[in-house]
């Protein structure tokens, strides 16, 4: 069983539109991770998200990402208007007590 | 960040050990040493993680030497299903700090029937 959730499992979208990625943790935890991974392509490091506020974020972070937990639970990635290089999977990731990841099952975005 | 090197791809037949060696010469005194195995379009999934010598748990045994400068990821009697890209990272968190767990391109592992 996953540690964390994730929806949709793939989405697809027009270029230009917003896209919501979610996370649920299975339980609370404080520390997340967002990370996608285009096809062929090494997982690459997005954005550290730790109490409620961003912790760390790379430069693919830009202005049309943004992440939040609105309710405490869920913890949502957004892309504001989608590019087709944008296209990958996004995993969601809680962080144990050493540094280890426990990542979700992804979800494929694909924008045309 | 300490940088490491492992080789980018194995062959390997079912029911035999495969060994992955890792090399992190700059680990620091506080870097743990973890592993990550990833299927095609799934996320990483946490195998195994150590500080020093041996550590061993249901699906691996991961062997550190003394000078911590590499490690070695050892799968006991490969199948098939053992085909995937398997990861080696050092880091650590720092009281306070952030870290941010960088994936490198892995070690591909085709184990052959």
């Known amino acids: 069983e996953p540690e964390v959730t994730q929806t949709p499992s793939h989405q697809v979208t027009q270029m230009g539109q917003e896209v919501i990625l979610r996370c649920v943790p299975i339980?609370?935890?404080?520390?997340f991770y967002w990370y996608r991974q285009i096809l062929g392509q090494k997982v690459e490091f997005l954005v550290s998200f730790y109490n409620n506020e961003i912790s760390e974020k790379s430069e693919i972070f830009d202005d049309q990402f943004s992440v939040e937990r609105p309710d405490g639970s869920n913890f949502t990635l957004k892309i504001r208007s989608t590019k087709l290089e944008d296209s990958a999977m996004y995993f969601c990731a809680r962080r144990g007590p050493t540094g280890e990841l426990f990542f979700g099952e992804g979800s494929r975005l694909t924008v045309l | 960040l300490a940088k490491t090197t492992q080789p980018i791809s194995m062959d390997s037949y079912e029911g035999q050990e495969v060994n992955i060696t890792c090399s992190h010469n700059n680990i620091a005194t506080n870097d743990y040493i973890t592993w990550y195995q990833q299927f095609p379009s799934q996320g990483p999934r946490f195998i195994i993680q150590g500080y020093k010598t041996k550590v061993t748990n249901e699906v691996a045994s991961l062997f550190i030497p003394a000078d911590r400068k590499s490690s070695t990821l050892s799968l006991p009697r490969v199948s098939l299903s053992d085909t995937a890209v398997y990861y080696c990272l050092v880091g650590s968190q720092a009281p306070g700090g952030s870290y941010i767990p960088t994936f490198g391109r892995g070690t591909s592992l085709i184990v052959h029937p």
């Open positions: 339980s609370n935890h404080l520390y």
